[in-house]
């Protein structure tokens, strides 16, 4: 025995003691190991390594049987049972299964939607240390917020308040106005082209690929490019160091390659370069990038970690006034933590298409509405079809099975068709997953690895759905008394039809609602879509003033006006959709300065403005050709600001706006120069060909394509290195209000499956019923009764339920709409119309469903139902 | 009383008769050799969970022993109910088998 070292094998010491555990057997493990080496010690190691693993061989399977068999054996018969009865009753079990399927799709969809919705700006490192600065300021004896900081906030409050670590601006070229960037031969229009300083690197998470996000920005002329961005204009060549000219007249020098920012980031550019940029690129801002009374740029700080936040926001809010040395100030500055600024920033005036928390709430519940129009199917289903159960209940009861034990098996069975449906709803979630992305605008991809948790998720409703669908049928099926079961008293119960009825009014209201919404949105978008903005948005094309089209901006004009399709040529800063420039001071004549501080819009506008817009003056006149002035001297106000100024004749009364001194020459009538969210504010329209950067084209109807071609021509002879890109102004109106036509969509498809799972709840009840009083059918028909008449007499009580349903249905709608259409300035009206139109659709729906039913039941041969006994 | 299966037999005899060093190794091997296939440890331990289970058999007592590294070798004995279980099996055997001699088999294969 001494000098035997031969151990036991690993792997099967580890199965062993797993088997041994599971047995609360140890001995079981030390039986092997004894014999082992006992074997080992007579017969030589070899034989006792094979005895080893020929036994354990042999036993595992043996361990596994007993185990499967002793833990499933009450299980198998369920199982069996539950099969057995999908499979009898094929469409009853249909019926059941797609509406779950259809349901849990729905709220698959929502979580998904709802999870990346909340998932904006997750991947900051520093996220709960960083805030943005937002500003109040006084609007109509209330006060508004804007996401845009004093130019100067940003290095005031970290030089004055030491809890801030770090501070940065941020300015993005907007939406709209592209930025021409060239490289050799490849030149692109960028949209996300940004202005920041470098500190943004150290307070969000954008990590570089190449180059070093502290000194990337150093230079003036550097920029840092986003990886996309970088492929697209150097393909396989280093970026680095490689020049990149901007707008035909700045050259920057790539010093750093960022990977991309995720989509879920409030926060988005393809390139960034140092701020001062901006003097440059937008003089109109760059004037006053050391002021303290305007608002141009996004602000944000980093905070050091366990500040105290309510303190640090007194501080900055005491930021303007002591900075004006005033006792309070009208405008303040107040800080927004970014976590919030996806979902909370509606109200607010922010360039960025945001998210909206409510819009989450709405999706929630609609999606658990859809669910448990699904779940009462189920349960509706379940207990019509209970008598047919009882018999298998009773016997159970008989032979011993507990009231617990049948409720396992219910819910059991529940959870089984929930699970059943939750497969075929993951692989319609997987196949239309594309089709959900374009109607929601976003980029979901759905991997296991990194959606663990949505998984997880996705498993759990389906499980509650289950429990839910299966608690009434379970906890009712389970009370079933034997005796009277197998005495066969068990029938169709008066009284149990109230809940049944009340289940189905329950989801026809649910399914009318939705309809209800559904058009009201629908309404409210088109309405946006027509309504008189104040001017003509149809036939203009804009295009983007580049290097000499701006420089000889009047030369082009003329030469396009030589086509007599073209009507008129107007030259802006901003399109219309948003054609804000920035808010700032006005003062008047009678009105002293530093009594009130009134924010009024300011935008610039070229010659022939109003007439290519067609839009009307009220009094006065527009900017003319024939009277040039100094830029600034002339200003043009709206209705708006007239009313708001509240002097008789404002025609003629000297000005200070922004500083600038000036004179109104005219008022125009009002016009929408915001979406349609906004009611229209006090409006200053300045001329200074400095800043326009658009170019607005009135087009003839007729031979739209040549018209085209003969702009593209003259920006070619002018500006021959910049490509031609046009846009029509009414499609940059429809991209304003992508987020109502998405949420209509959304809406649209939501109401489509409510009401669709709700008519098949009915047709499975339509066709219970039917069935159960086949016989009574019969019955009548041989006693003369019409087919009219029995048609009647089974879709009644259905036509009944669902007219109580939109009764219900109607009020709550209403409340609900009425208060979404707050949102908007121009709203739509409720009309009854709608209303009625959606019960009349639920109507005709669900008449349709269960006549089908009972038209077959009605037609039948009497001999068919009656001849059995 | 539910009647034995042949292998709860087998074990509970086994047990019976190798009185105190009636343990793991102890048992299988006896059965092993008395029928002289090899009976293996998921046999014996799947039944003797059930035994155990049914109160036929008694887990008696335990042992220490270095080889066997920390699993402790237990010691099974017979319930006084497993005792009376094994007796009915015993009586049932001679009721069945009573008058039958093994030429009887010879007699039947010519």
Request: aromatic share 12%.
């Amino acid at each position: 025995m001494k000098g035997f070292t031969l151990k036991s094998p690993k792997l099967g010491g580890w199965l062993i003691g797993i088997i041994a555990r599971y047995y609360r057997m140890s001995s079981l493990a030390g039986d092997f190991l004894e014999e082992f080496e006992e074997t080992a010690r007579d017969r030589g190691s070899l034989r006792a390594w094979l005895w080893y693993w020929r036994h354990l061989l042999k036993s595992i399977p043996v361990f596994l049987i007993d185990f499967i068999f002793w833990r499933f054996v009450m299980f198998r018969n369920y199982l069996k049972i539950s099969i057995r009865n999908i499979t009898k009753h094929r469409i009853h079990s249909a019926i059941n299964i797609l509406g779950l399927t259809v349901g849990l799709a729905c709220c698959l969809f929502i979580l998904v939607w709802v999870k990346d919705e909340l998932s904006y700006d997750r991947f900051n490192k520093n996220l709960d240390n960083l805030y943005r600065v937002i500003l109040e300021y006084p609007k109509e004896s209330q006060s508004a917020f804007t996401s845009y900081a004093a130019p100067a906030a940003a290095e005031w409050l970290k030089n004055n308040i030491p809890e801030i670590a770090e501070s940065a601006r941020f300015r993005i070229v907007a939406n709209r106005p592209q930025i021409l960037v060239k490289y050799g031969e490849k030149q692109y229009y960028e949209e996300r082209f940004g202005f920041g300083d470098a500190e943004l690197f150290d307070l969000f998470t954008f990590p570089f690929l190449v180059g070093n996000p502290k000194t990337a920005l150093s230079n003036p002329n550097s920029i840092v490019l986003s990886e996309d961005m970088a492929r697209k204009y150097f393909g396989q060549e280093d970026p680095i160091g490689k020049v990149l000219n901007v707008e035909n007249q700045y050259d920057f020098i790539v010093t750093g390659i960022m990977s991309n920012i995720p989509h879920n980031s409030h926060l988005l550019f393809d390139s960034l370069v140092p701020f001062e940029n901006i003097e440059s690129f937008m003089p109109e801002y760059g004037k006053f990038l050391h002021r303290h009374n305007l608002h141009f740029f996004r602000t944000y700080i980093l905070v050091h970690e366990g500040t105290s936040i309510p303190e640090l926001k007194e501080k900055v809010s005491k930021y303007l006034s002591i900075k004006f040395d005033v006792k309070e100030s009208m405008w303040r500055h107040h800080l927004q933590p970014v976590k919030e600024i996806h979902l909370r920033t509606s109200g607010m005036k922010d360039l960025m298409k945001r998210g909206d928390i409510r819009y989450i709430y709405i999706f929630s519940f609609t999606g658990i509405l859809v669910l448990l129009i699904a779940c009462i199917n189920f349960m509706n289903l379940s207990t019509a079809r209970s008598c047919k159960r009882a018999k298998e209940v009773g016997m159970r009861k008989v032979v011993g099975a507990h009231r617990l034990n049948l409720i396992g098996q219910f819910f059991g069975e529940a959870v089984f068709s929930s699970l059943l449906a939750l497969v075929m709803a993951l692989i319609i979630v997987f196949a239309s997953l594309p089709a959900f992305n374009s109607l929601t605008g976003k980029q979901i991809e759905l991997g296991i690895s990194n959606h663990k948790l949505t998984f997880i998720g996705f498993l759990l409703i389906a499980l509650v759905t289950g429990l839910l669908s299966g608690s009434y049928p379970a906890l009712y099926l389970s009370s079933i008394k034997p005796v009277k079961v197998l005495k066969g008293a068990v029938g169709l119960e008066k009284g149990k039809g109230f809940l049944r009825k009340t289940m189905v009014v329950t989801q026809f209201v649910i399914a009318i609602g939705l309809i209800v919404c559904t058009l009201i949105i629908y309404n409210q978008y088109n309405y946006m879509q027509n309504i008189n903005l104040g001017f003509d948005k149809e036939h203009i094309v804009y295009i983007k003033l580049n290097g000499n089209l701006k420089e000889k901006y009047q030369a082009v004009k003329n030469d396009l006006l030589q086509d007599a399709h073209i009507v008129n040529v107007a030259a802006s800063s901003r399109i219309l959709t948003n054609a804000i420039d920035w808010g700032g001071d006005f003062y008047w004549e009678g009105k002293e300065e530093k009594e009130e501080r009134l924010s009024f819009s300011y935008s610039t506008v070229g010659y022939d403005f109003i007439e290519t817009f067609k839009m009307e003056m009220v009094q006065g006149r527009s900017f003319s050709q024939d009277i040039p002035r100094k830029p600034n001297e002339e200003i043009i106000i709206n209705e708006a600001a007239a009313r708001f100024m509240n002097v008789e004749s404002p025609v003629g009364l000297a000005t200070n706006a922004n500083n600038v001194k000036g004179t109104i020459i005219g008022v125009v009538k009002n016009y929408n120069f915001q979406s349609l969210h906004n009611e229209i504010r006090p409006l200053v329209l300045t001329f200074d060909p400095e800043n326009f950067q658009f170019m607005h084209i009135r087009i003839h109807p007729d031979n739209i394509h040549d018209t085209i071609r003969h702009i593209e021509k003259v920006c070619r002879t002018f500006e021959p290195g910049v490509p031609f890109d046009y846009h029509f102004l009414d499609e940059a109106f429809e991209i304003l209000y992508k987020s109502e036509e998405q949420m209509s969509r959304l809406f649209n498809c939501l109401a489509v499956f409510a009401i669709f799972i709700a008519c098949l709840g009915l047709f499975g009840l339509s066709l219970f019923i039917a069935e159960s009083r086949f016989r009574e059918i019969g019955i009548r028909k041989v006693l003369g009764a019409s087919v009219p008449s029995l048609i009647e007499l089974v879709s009644r009580e259905f036509v009944v339920l669902v007219i109580l349903a939109n009764i219900i249905a109607w009020p709550v709608a209403y409340y609900v709409m009425n208060r979404w259409l707050q949102n908007f300035a121009y709203r739509t009206s409720l009309s009854a119309g709608t209303f009625l139109l959606s019960g009349f659709l639920a109507f005709i729906v669900s008449l349709i469903t269960v006549s089908f039913q009972s038209i077959k039941a009605a037609t039948a041969n009497p001999v068919d139902s009656l001849r059995y006994e | 009383m539910k009647d034995l299966t042949k292998t709860e037999e087998i074990i509970l005899l086994a047990i019976w008769r190798l009185k105190d060093k009636a343990y793991g190794v102890k048992i299988r091997r006896h059965i092993s050799e008395l029928t002289g296939k090899d009976f293996t440890y998921g046999n014996l331990y799947s039944a003797l969970n059930q035994l155990t289970k049914k109160k036929y058999v008694i887990k008696h007592r335990e042992e220490s022993l270095p080889a066997r590294r920390g699993w402790k070798r237990m010691y099974y004995t017979l319930s006084p109910f497993g005792l009376k279980a094994l007796k009915e099996a015993y009586e049932m055997n001679e009721k069945m088998w009573k008058g039958i001699s093994k030429y009887a088999f010879e007699l039947s294969e010519k």
